[in-house]
Nanobody, 115 residues
Framework: QVQLVESGGGLVQAGGSLSVSCAAS????????MGWYRQAPGKQRELVAA???????NYADSVKGRFTISRDNAKNTVYLQMNSLKPEDTAVYYC?????????WGRGTQVTVSS
């Protein structure tokens, strides 16, 4: 059974930092591209950052220079370090695992940035 379990969300003031993690099980983690998506109320889910099995990364323009995605294949975990947070970063953050036509999602973790 595939499970992606996010943790580390919470409430932070604008300008602060927060790190979220996603622990995966039931997949060959090192083979998957891992991503973080977010969905704010009334908005579509959007890609925040992704990291390939080779370690290449890409980011949404809105988070470039502030967020860093990383992975630890030994721990089957992907991380998202978020710095200089803004109120507009408030959303539910979802972990995504993608390989070929296989795709899995976590249940999400709430990140709230107060102004």
């Amino acid at each position: 059974q595939v499970q992606l379990v996010e943790s580390g969300g919470g409430l932070v003031q604008a300008g602060g930092s927060l790190s979220v993690s996603c622990a995966a099980s039931g997949i060959s983690f090192s083979m998957y591209t891992m991503g973080w998506y977010r969905q704010a109320p009334g908005k579509q889910r959007e890609l925040v950052a992704a990291i390939t099995r080779g370690g290449s990364t890409n980011y949404a323009d809105s988070v470039k220079g502030r967020f860093t995605i990383s992975r630890d294949n030994a721990k089957n975990t992907v991380y998202l370090q978020m710095n200089s947070l803004k109120p507009e970063d408030t959303a539910v953050y979802y972990c995504n695992a993608h390989y070929g036509n296989l795709e899995f999602w976590g249940r999400g973790t709430q990140v709230t940035v107060s102004s």
